[in-house]
């Protein structure tokens, strides 16, 4: 696969966290990519942000925002596959920093027919001050370093950081969507527009993701493992309002016993929505 990939950004009000996921997409070894970064109504600093790096990031930088009315990350990530221009679709949350060969990687196991899904390590809060206030470069860090961290407590687990290849066993999970998160996902453009995008219709934090997948897996996509290839650095952060998840899950539930392929508001919906 040689075309254009499109990496969507989701962010809201954390501008030293996307500063440090920019830095790390800005020293990408794989140029063929774009960023659109989707804001989910933050203040006008990000924007700001965003300016500054637009002349230094290497490659296209697109904003897309809309206003903050609450967790609407289905929606503004649904804005940006709509402003995409690749025909393959990374998702990446703003707190999550990729290594040097992280789109080569997610390119060399792109395969028609299926959606790649990554895994991350988390840091602590500690070590995440750390990191930004003294603007390290975690992502630049070899496994020796990351020895020392995790001898220190410093990140949930190693795995994510190693890599290994694993061939055919990408492919032992074909249809599991459990333990696959939209902070380091992608999927085909044309998979994306089969199945109407995210669903905007779940309210709050919490199983939008899993709703794309499940939707996805409906469709006759299968899923490939990006385990020990594609995983990020997650930034430790307070939780969500996690408020609506009991609801969302009956709505999930709703949906794995049916056989449903589309959004219920999708990417189709948005335009009505602007109107």
């Avoid at 790096?53 to 490659?59: A, H, I, N």
Wanted: net charge positive; proline share 4%; hydrophobic share 45%.
């Amino acid at each position: 696969m040689n075309s254009l990939i499109s990496v969507i950004v989701t962010t809201f009000d954390r501008e030293d966290a996307l500063d440090a996921v920019l830095r790390s997409l800005a020293a990408q070894k794989d140029r063929n990519f774009e960023v659109l970064v989707a804001d989910d109504g933050s203040s006008p600093a990000t924007a700001a942000l965003i300016s500054q790096w637009k002349p230094r990031l290497g490659v296209p930088l697109l904003h897309i925002w809309h206003e903050h009315r609450g967790f609407r990350a289905a929606e503004i990530r649904n804005r940006a596959i709509l402003k995409s221009s690749g025909e393959y679709v990374v998702f990446l949350d703003g707190d999550c920093l990729v290594r040097p060969d992280f789109v080569a990687v997610h390119r060399r196991l792109a395969e028609l027919g299926w959606f790649v899904t990554g895994n991350r390590a988390l840091l602590t809060s500690e070590l995440t001050r750390t990191v930004l206030s003294a603007r390290l470069e975690p992502e630049r860090w070899a496994l020796p370093e990351w020895l020392v961290q995790r001898s220190k407590g410093g990140l949930n687990r190693l795995a994510p950081l190693i890599d290994l290849p694993l061939g055919p066993l990408r492919k032992m999970r074909p249809q599991v969507w459990q333990d696959a998160r939209s902070c380091n996902l992608a999927v085909w453009r044309s998979d994306l527009d089969r199945v109407d995008g995210f669903d905007a219709s779940f309210s709050g934090w919490g199983k939008e993701d899993s709703d794309l997948l499940v939707r996805l897996l409906h469709a006759g996509m299968r899923r490939k493992d990006g385990a020990f290839a594609t995983g990020v650095i997650h930034l430790w952060h307070t939780d969500a309002d996690r408020s609506q998840v009991f609801v969302n899950q009956k709505k999930l539930k709703a949906l794995m016993q049916s056989s449903r392929v589309r959004a219920e508001r999708g990417m189709s919906a948005v335009g009505a929505v602007d109107d």
